[in-house]
């Protein structure tokens, strides 16, 4: 059955997936292990697209496909023994309104275990200031994909600073505008535009924690 | 110095339709690059650009004096794409063909969602943004089928602008749309004599658009309308079926003002695989295209992005249809495919003249025109049109010289 629910996954078959997904709970399936599996599914479609056989479109509902069955999945595995493995505030910077990578990375580092708060698209740096306040993060993401915004990266990274709390938190960015250079310029510690790189790059971020 | 200018005119036509007629021109014809240093090289800010149109005017012809270039297609008009307007006032042709730009000031009087502009929603210097939305839900697509124009001219459009809400409103605002659209008209009879004057043809350019992208700019938002094309196949494909008949109304509205090229600029054929975008996207283009160029009309489309994936497609299209101005598809690859069958357009990356040296840009355009010279039917161009405020005049200057040394 779980097997199947990936394949349907992978596959693009919206319907089958979500049915045999419920089935599976509603025959007393381990939530748990379903979580895994999407997991897994997701992590299959972001190679293939990595490889150019899927497009945006096949991201976009691999996503969404994924979102579907956590909504009835999560509330069934107790809280406490879903591990989660860190803390991510995500938006994507002031003047910028494309959301559709951000929520993609979002798909993704909630599918490998990180927690995701948010704070949307045009975000003004103080907003991600008070998210820092409010959430305690131990990773900053911010998405940019147009030349403006790389101003507005710079900007909150600033304003991250000034406020204290830039040495408390990691900041990763991505997107269609980032490279090393920017990375570099506006002050980040890392940077992807894929967003299953981006997953691996917070992990690493993670490490950093520990000591 | 009027005859010279007219020498001048007819001389890169010639360049110009050579190209596009897969022929081999006397040089390499080279349109030119625009966007946001236009008003930047003359201290201009782009709310000025956008709102002022004399500044505007005087701007461009500093530009285009010292940048000059056989084509300054991307140097011109500084309004968004308008497409919805279109196809709404599909029905009145003398009014359709005046909404394909958006400006500024037409942006304020319609009060739409569809657009920030400078000095309004976002900073006097940002460049005028496209934002898109969601004004349909997915429950309405057998209203769009049943009659697209009415849909979205009484549901959609009321829904999107805010100055169009009610019928009562409506009426003030469409009044107040045709003394802008008179204003933009005067504007562009002004901009055709400063081209006149220094030498450039005079093309009148008209245009259309892809139905699945009218679906995904202005009606569902481009998220949505992805996981409508899984969800309800049929009705999508029914819908793009059902916006070609007022696509094709606005496009041969063009006729009256003599426009012989009209332009397609294409969003959503990165985003597909090639079996959705044959399935979705391709067939409706492609009767968009053939219709207008059996009715003598030389189509360009500009396909955004990286088109690698559905390049074999154009070659469904009869022998000399126009024009393939690539983003990102390199061009190389794609003249490879395309030679004897397609002008190809495009080949300059805009990071390189934003981020590069002089000596880059020299040894690039020859190492590209070694390449896609031989044979003719290749028009040089930056892949996107636009460059940024910052970009170094000396690296437009570069390009050009390069292109005057190897074209
Ligand atoms: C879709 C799109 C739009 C849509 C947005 C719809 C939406 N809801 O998001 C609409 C039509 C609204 C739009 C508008 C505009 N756009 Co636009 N748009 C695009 C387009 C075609 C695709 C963007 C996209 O979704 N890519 C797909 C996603 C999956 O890729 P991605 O964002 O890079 O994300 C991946 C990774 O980078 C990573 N990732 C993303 N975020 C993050 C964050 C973190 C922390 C990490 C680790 C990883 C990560 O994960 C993702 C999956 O791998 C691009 C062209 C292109 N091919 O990129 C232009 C593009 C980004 N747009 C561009 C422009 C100019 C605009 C406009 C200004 C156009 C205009 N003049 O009106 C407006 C501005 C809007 C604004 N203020 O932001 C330019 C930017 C150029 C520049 N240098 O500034 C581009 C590059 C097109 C172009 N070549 O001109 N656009």
């Known amino acids: 059955m779980l097997e ?20 599976y709970l509603e025959g007393g399936g381990d939530p748990q292990k379903l979580l895994e599996v999407c997991r897994d599914a997701m992590g299959e479609v972001g190679k293939r697209f990595e490889q150019g056989e899927y497009f945006l479109s096949e991201l976009i509902l691999g996503g969404e496909i994924f979102k579907g069955i956590m909504e009835f999945t999560l509330p069934k595995i107790k809280s406490g023994s879903v591990q989660k493995i860190g803390k991510i505030v995500l938006g994507t910077v002031k003047e910028d309104v494309h959301n559709i990578g951000k929520d993609i990375f979002k798909v993704f ?6 927690e995701v708060i948010d704070i949307g698209i045009d975000t003004p740096e103080e907003k991600f200031v008070e998210a820092v306040k409010e959430h305690k993060p131990d990773i900053v ?7 403006a915004g790389v101003t507005s990266m710079k900007k909150t990274v600033d304003k991250l600073k000034e406020a204290g709390l830039r040495d408390g938190i990691k900041i990763i960015i991505g997107g269609g505008r980032v490279d090393e250079s920017v990375k570099e310029y506006a002050g980040a510690d890392a940077w992807a535009d894929d967003a299953a790189k981006g997953v691996r790059l917070c992990k690493q971020l993670l490490d950093w924690r520990v000591d | 110095m009027v005859s010279n200018a007219k020498e ?4 890169r036509l010639a360049r110009l339709m050579a190209a596009m007629n897969l022929e081999e021109p006397d040089k390499v014809p080279l349109a030119g690059v625009g966007g946001d240093i236009v008003p930047a090289y003359s201290g201009l800010s782009m709310y000025e650009y956008c709102y002022d149109s004399e500044k505007a005017l ?4 500093n530009f285009l004096k010292d940048f000059p270039c056989d084509w300054p297609f991307a140097a011109s008009v500084s309004g968004l794409d308008g497409r919805v307007f279109n196809v709404a006032f599909s029905e009145f042709p003398d009014i359709s063909i005046n909404l394909t730009f958006i400006t500024g000031p037409m942006h304020d009087v319609l009060g739409d969602k569809y657009y920030r502009y400078p000095g309004r929603e976002i900073s006097e210097d940002s460049s005028p943004q496209f ?22 001219a009484e549901t959609v459009l009321p829904r999107a602008c805010r100055n169009l809400e009610t019928p009562r409103k409506a009426m003030a605002t469409m009044v107040r749309l045709g003394t802008e659209i008179s204003k933009f008209n005067a504007m562009m009879m002004q901009t055709v004599g400063l081209m006149q004057e220094l030498g450039y043809p005079a093309m009148a350019l008209g245009g259309a658009y892809a139905p699945l992208d009218l679906i995904g700019d202005f009606l569902r938002g481009v998220e949505n309308l992805l996981l409508d094309i899984r969800r309800y196949p049929d009705k999508v494909k029914a819908a793009t079926e059902a916006l070609v008949e007022p696509i094709m109304n606005y496009a041969l509205a063009h006729k009256n003002i003599g426009a012989t090229l009209a332009f397609i600029p294409l969003h959503l054929n990165e ?27 030389k189509v360009m489309v500009f396909f955004e992005g990286r088109h690698d994936a559905h390049l074999e497609t154009i070659l469904e299209l009869p022998k000399g249809w126009g024009v393939a101005y690539f983003e990102k598809t390199d061009v190389v690859k794609a003249k490879e495919v395309l030679k004897g069958h397609t002008c190809v357009m495009g080949g300059i990356p805009m990071g390189l003249i934003v981020g590069g040296t002089p000596a880059q840009i020299d040894e690039y355009v020859k190492n590209l025109l070694e390449k896609v010279k031989p044979g003719g039917g290749f028009i040089l161009a930056p892949g996107v049109g636009t460059a940024p405020r910052e970009t170094p005049v000396e690296n437009i200057k570069a390009l050009i010289e390069a292109v005057e040394k190897y074209g």
């Open chain 1, 141 to 147: 993401g911010m998405s940019c994909l147009i030349t």
């Open chain 2, 131 to 152: 934002i898109g939305g969601s004004f349909m839900e997915a429950d309405e697509y057998d209203k769009l089928i049943e009659d697209p124009v009415k849909f979205i």
């Open chain 2, 58 to 61: 005087k701007a461009m012809e």
């Open chain 1, 109 to 114: 580092a909630e599918a490998s275990g990180f």
């Open chain 2, 271 to 297: 985003y597909l695989s090639p079996k959705l975008y044959k399935e979705f996207y391709w067939p409706t283009l492609k009767e968009v295209i053939v219709r207008l160029v059996n009715e003598g009309f």
């Open chain 2, 8 to 11: 001048l005119a007819e001389k």
């Open chain 1, 4 to 23: 199947d629910i990936l394949k349907n996954i992978v596959e693009m078959e919206e319907h089958e997936a979500i049915n045999k997904a419920k089935e």
